[in-house]
């Protein structure tokens, strides 16, 4: 889409970068989302508008806060970064609505989801639901014939994971298995290879853990899965049919 698309996606993935890391510091700890505005963690002064401007706030305090000069995470900014910059990335690589609506949605969802389940070991239903109902919704609405596919992949996802969960109680949780047939609705035949990619890539940081700390320790070390099922389901939004396509031909 034309750059002057790409440059408010990126702008309004700021914003909702900023609210997506009030959901990830609230969520876990029951508090609302909406009262009071933003705080500082450390003295709880009330932040002004001027300082919250997403990024670049940080960057005039120097990562201060302005009344008690407590440093203020780099997490913050970073992830009101990354949000823009994956906002502006669906509408630059994505023409069609659904596909548009999907990318958006899933963006949002994904990043608390990574950053509680980094936090908290935990991926809360009160992500994972609303998010996948969002995305049924945009199917319904933008394009019903992806809705089976959707289905499918949701039913076929989230069943592999309970598998998994089951066999390895240790190793997976309900919130991943949830969180696969949320990826499910929104991927379609894509979330194939996303949980490929996640299960890789949780094997290799498995084992380099292993290899740091020994196997005794490194099997008590549980490593949350969720981010690894974020970056998987990202990797295969933007590429996964292409994949698909690639490994359909040559196999
Ligand atoms: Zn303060």
Redesign the pocket.
């Known amino acids: 889409m034309s750059t002057p698309y790409v440059i408010v996606a990126l702008l309004a993935g700021l914003i909702v970068g900023s609210f997506l890391n009030v959901v990830a510091y609230r969520l876990p700890r029951g508090e609302s989302l909406a009262h009071p505005g933003s705080r500082?963690p450390?003295?709880?002064?009330p932040i002004a508008w001027f300082d919250n401007v997403p990024v670049f706030g940080w960057l005039l305090l120097h990562g201060r806060?302005?009344?008690?000069?407590?440093s203020i995470a780099w997490r913050y900014p970073a992830i009101e970064a990354a949000t823009g910059v994956l906002f502006a990335l669906v509408v630059a690589t994505q023409d069609d609505a659904l596909r548009v609506a999907l990318g958006l949605l899933l963006t949002s969802a994904l990043v608390p989801i990574t950053l509680i389940d980094l936090d908290v070991r935990r991926i809360p239903d009160a992500i994972t639901l609303p998010a996948s109902i969002a995305a049924l919704v945009a199917g319904l609405l933008l394009d019903m014939g992806f809705v089976p596919e959707q289905l499918s992949a949701g039913a076929a996802a989230f069943a592999f994971f309970l598998a998994a969960a089951l066999l390895y109680p240790r190793g997976m949780g309900m919130g991943d298995v949830k969180l696969a047939g949320m990826l499910g609705l929104y991927l379609g035949r894509a979330v194939a290879p996303a949980m490929l990619f996640a299960l890789l890539a949780g094997v290799a940081a498995g084992l380099a853990i292993i290899a740091r700390v020994g196997a005794a320790q490194g099997r008590k070390t549980a490593v949350p899965f969720g981010p690894f099922l974020a970056g998987g389901a990202l990797i295969a939004f933007f590429v996964g049919d292409e994949l698909a396509d690639w490994y359909a031909e040559r196999f």
């Open positions: 500082c450390a003295c709880a002064a806060c302005r009344s008690c000069r407590a």
